[in-house]
C-alpha cells in the first residue's frame, strides 16, 4: 500500500521461529488482502525456511547461519527464489527497495542489526524483537525520529498499550500498566523453584512461543524485559509503568489516564491479532486466530507481582533508572544465563543472579554508542558464561 500498488511487502526475519510461523500464517489467511512475503529469514532451520518460501513464494530468503546454503539452494531451485546467506543477507532484504515493512522476529540481541538497517533505510518495523529496544533503546528511538522511520509494537503488551494510548494525549497519561500471566511458576516460593528442570519451566500455562521467551516468561525477565521495551518505545518515565498479574491473559496491558479512566485491550492469548495489526496499521482487517467469547461464564484476576520471588523485576527498574549499557549488560547476560539454564549447566534461581552479577561488573557508560554497546554484549557475554554459583 506504501508504493501506491495493492500490496504491502513485508520481511519477516526469523520466520521460522514462533512470531514468524504465525506471521507467515496471517499473511496466507490473507483476511489483510494486500500482504505479501517478500523476504524470509532463519537461522538454521534451512528445511522450515525452503518450506515456507515453496508456499509463500518471497522475492528472496536468507539463512544467517551459512552452513546449509547449498541445501536450501537446491531445494528452491526452479522456483525463483533468490537464496543470500549470513547477516549480508539479511541487510539486502530489508533494505530493498521493493521492502515496505520489516517484522523483527528474530530471538535476541541479534535481531538488533537488522531493525537498525531497515530504520535507516526509511522502513516501517514491526518489532516483536524488544531485546532491540532493551539493548540500545534510545539509539533506536533517536535513529527512527532522524530518519522519519515507523517502529510498531509486535510484542502484545505494547500493542495493546499502542491502541489504548489513541484514548488521549501524551500528557494526560498517568500510568501504563502491563499485564503478565505470572507464568509457570506464580503462587510458588523460591523454596519451591530451586530444584525447577527446563522441562517444567518450558510448560507456559496461557502461551506458546519460542524456548527463550518462554523461560523468560518463568523468571519474569521477559516483564522485565518488557518494562524497559515500553519505556524506550513511549517515552515514559519508569514511574508511570507498572506491572500487575492477571493470570487470564486477556486483558494485554492498559493505560490510565490522570482522570482515572483505564482503557484496556482484551482478546485471547494469540499473537497473530498483534503481529497482523502491527503489519496493516493503521488499518484492521479481519484476523485468523480465536475470538473473545463473552457468552461463556468467565473471570479475570489482578494481584500485585511477587518481586522477591521474581527478582527479575527490579532489575528493570535498576536498569531503566541508570540507562546508558546497562540494558546492553542484562540483556546479554540473561540470554547466555538462560542457555546454561536449559543446557543444565545452572538453576533456575540462578538466572537473575547471573545477571545481577554482570550489571554489576559491567563499565557502566551513561551515553554509549552502538558500537560500544556490541563491546558491553560481548563482554557481558562472557561474565555469564564463567559465572558460576
Ligand atoms: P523462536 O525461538 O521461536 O524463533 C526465533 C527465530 O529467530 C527463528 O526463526 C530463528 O531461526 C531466528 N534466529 C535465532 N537466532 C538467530 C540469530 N543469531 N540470527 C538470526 N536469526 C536467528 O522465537 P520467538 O518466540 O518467535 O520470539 C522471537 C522474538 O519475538 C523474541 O524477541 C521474543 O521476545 C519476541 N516475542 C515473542 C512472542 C511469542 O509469542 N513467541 C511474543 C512477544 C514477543
Ligand atoms: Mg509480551
Redesign the pocket.
Known amino acids: 500500500m506504501e508504493r501506491g500498488d495493492a500490496a504491502t511487502r513485508v520481511v519477516v526475519l526469523?520466520?521460522?521461529?514462533?512470531?514468524?510461523r504465525s506471521a507467515l500464517d496471517v499473511i496466507a489467511a490473507g483476511g489483510a488482502p494486500g500482504l505479501r512475503a517478500h523476504g524470509l529469514?532463519?537461522?538454521?532451520?534451512w528445511e522450515r525456511l525452503a518450506e515456507q518460501a515453496r508456499s509463500a513464494s518471497p522475492r528472496f530468503v536468507a539463512l544467517?547461519d551459512d552452513g546449509p546454503i547449498a541445501e536450501v539452494r537446491s531445494a528452491l531451485r526452479g522456483t525463483g527464489v533468490e537464496v543470500l546467506s549470513g547477516r549480508d543477507g539479511v541487510l539486502r532484504m530489508v533494505t530493498d527497495e521493493a521492502t515496505d515493512r520489516v517484522l523483527d522476529?528474530?530471538?535476541?540481541a541479534?535481531?538488533l542489526e537488522g531493525a537498525w538497517a531497515a530504520l535507516e533505510a526509511g522502513k516501517t518495523v514491526a518489532l516483536?524483537?524488544?531485546?532491540t529496544l532493551v539493548v540500545a533503546g534510545p539509539l533506536v528511538m533517536d535513529l527512527a525520529r532522524r530518519r522519519g522511520s515507523t517502529l510498531l509494537p509486535?510484542?502484545?503488551e505494547h500493542s495493546a498499550i499502542f491502541q489504548a494510548l489513541k484514548s488521549g494525549g501524551t500528557r494526560e497519561v498517568k500510568r501504563v500498566v502491563l499485564t503478565s500471566s505470572g507464568g509457570p511458576f506464580r503462587g510458588k516460593t523460591r523454596a519451591q523453584l530451586r530444584d525447577v528442570t527446563p522441562e517444567m519451566a518450558l510448560k507456559h500455562p496461557t502461551?506458546s512461543?519460542?524456548?527463550?521467551?518462554t523461560i523468560d516468561s518463568a523468571t519474569l525477565m521477559n516483564k522485565a524485559l518488557e518494562v524497559i521495551e515500553a519505556r524506550w518505545l513511549f517515552d515514559l518515565d519508569p514511574d508511570r509503568i507498572e506491572v500487575v498479574i492477571h493470570p487470564e491473559s486477556t486483558i494485554h496491558s492498559m493505560v490510565e489516564f490522570v482522570d482515572g479512566s483505564v482503557i484496556a485491550q482484551l482478546s485471547p492469548p494469540d499473537?497473530r491479532l498483534p503481529i497482523q495489526y502491527a503489519l496493516t496499521y493503521p488499518d484492521r482487517h479481519p484476523c485468523p486466530g480465536p475470538r473473545l467469547d463473552l457468552t461463556r461464564p468467565s473471570a479475570l484476576h489482578f494481584e500485585p507481582p511477587d518481586r522477591e520471588t521474581f527478582p527479575a523485576l527490579d532489575l528493570a527498574y535498576e536498569v531503566m533508572r541508570r540507562g546508558g549499557t546497562a540494558g546492553a549488560a542484562l540483556n546479554a547476560a540473561n540470554e547466555v544465563a538462560v542457555g546454561r539454564f536449559l543446557a543444565g549447566e545452572i538453576g533456575f534461581l540462578d538466572i537473575p543472579r547471573a545477571c545481577r552479577a554482570a550489571l554489576d561488573h559491567h563499565e557502566y557508560d551513561p551515553r554509549p554508542t552502538l558500537d560500544l554497546l556490541w563491546k558491553v554484549d560481548a563482554r557481558a557475554r562472557l561474565e555469564a558464561q564463567r559465572w558460576t554459583p
Open positions: 526469523g520466520s521460522t521461529g514462533s512470531i514468524g529469514s532463519a537461522h538454521s532451520s544467517t522476529a528474530i530471538v535476541g541479534a535481531g516483536a524483537n524488544k531485546e509486535v510484542d502484545s502461551w512461543m519460542g524456548p527463550k521467551i499473537m
